[in-house]
Structures are given as C-alpha cells and as structure tokens.
C-alpha cells in the first residue's frame, strides 16, 4: 500500500517536471518571436513615453509650489514689517500723547503761578 501511494507521487512529480520542461521550451520560442519582441518594445517605449510626461508634470507641480512658497515668503515678511511699523506708530503716538499730558500739566502750572 505505501508502495503505491509513493509511485503515485513519484508520477506526479515526473508530469510536473515534463510540464515544466515543456513550458520552458515553448516559453523560449514564444520570446524569440518576432512579434512578441515588438510588442515588447512597443510596451517599453510607450512607459518611456508617460514616464517622461510624468516627470515634467512633476517638474511643474515642483517649480509652482517653489513659487508659491518664494510669495508666501514675501508676503510674510511685508506682514511682519507692516505690524512692526504699526507697533512703532501706536508707542509713538502713546509719547505724543504723554507729552501732549505733560505740557497741559506744564500750562497749568504757568497758569496758577501767574495767578
């Protein structure tokens, strides 16, 4: 019985092996073919031929992020530039006051003292 079930194996693996045999060989003639050669290449080609276009999509996606990037960069610096000088006019205007303040308090001595 055991005998048996290893010569059934022992067949299966033999029809493996001749099927792999023989799929090797027609697998060998089929690449040398002319026409899968040419549908090879034409694949190839083709792939080369979107590859490229991809890479100049890509090239301009890169070249508008870099310049929306330089403008984000300018319009910062302008933002800060606007708050710092409205940061200075608003002390300056607090002095002004304050002097403004200290002169009516100056007046208002002369005023009593002339009294």
Same mark, same amino acid.
């Given at each position: 019985?055991?005998?048996?079930?290893?010569?059934?194996?022992?067949?299966?693996?033999?029809?493996?092996?001749?099927?792999?045999?023989?799929?090797?060989?027609?697998?060998?003639?089929?690449?040398?073919?002319?026409?899968?050669?040419?549908?090879?290449? %034409?694949?190839?080609?083709?792939?080369?031929?979107?590859?490229?276009?991809?890479?100049? %999509?890509?090239?301009?996606?890169?070249?508008?992020?870099?310049?929306?990037?330089?403008?984000?960069?300018?319009?910062?610096?302008?933002?800060?530039?606007?708050?710092?000088?409205?940061?200075?006019?608003?002390?300056?205007?607090?002095?002004?006051?304050?002097?403004?303040?200290?002169?009516?308090?100056?007046?208002?001595?002369?005023?009593?003292?002339?009294?």
């Amino acid at each position: 019985m055991i005998r048996i079930k290893e010569v059934i194996i022992m067949k299966k693996k033999l029809i493996s092996l001749g099927a792999g045999v023989l799929l090797g060989v027609v697998g060998e003639k089929v690449l040398k073919s002319n026409l899968v050669k040419n549908v090879a290449v %034409t694949t190839v080609s083709e792939g080369m031929k979107a590859k490229e276009g991809i890479d100049k %999509t890509i090239e301009k996606v890169k070249e508008n992020a870099e310049d929306v990037v330089a403008e984000a960069k300018i319009k910062k610096a302008e933002d800060e530039r606007a708050k710092r000088e409205a940061e200075e006019a608003k002390e300056t205007a607090e002095d002004l006051a304050e002097a403004a303040d200290d002169l009516s308090c100056v007046a208002c001595d002369v005023a009593e003292a002339a009294e």
